[in-house]
């Protein structure tokens, strides 16, 4: 795993965590689904190049 993956993963679990905390529930849903798309297209690119 790379180091960009280390850190969206750590990302989502730090907006996961703001999730209780928060009046705003919804953007932080939005900006845990986006992370998780770059996360997705990270390790696809990755899987791509490295074939």
């Not at 993956?5 to 953007?27: G, H, P």
Request: hydrophobic share 25%.
């Amino acid at each position: 795993m790379s180091n960009i993956e280390k850190v969206l993963e750590n990302e989502i679990e730090e907006l996961k965590k703001s999730l209780y905390n928060s009046n705003d529930r919804l953007k932080i849903h939005y900006e845990i689904e986006e992370k998780k798309q770059e996360l997705i297209t990270l390790k696809s690119e990755g899987n791509i190049c490295c074939k």
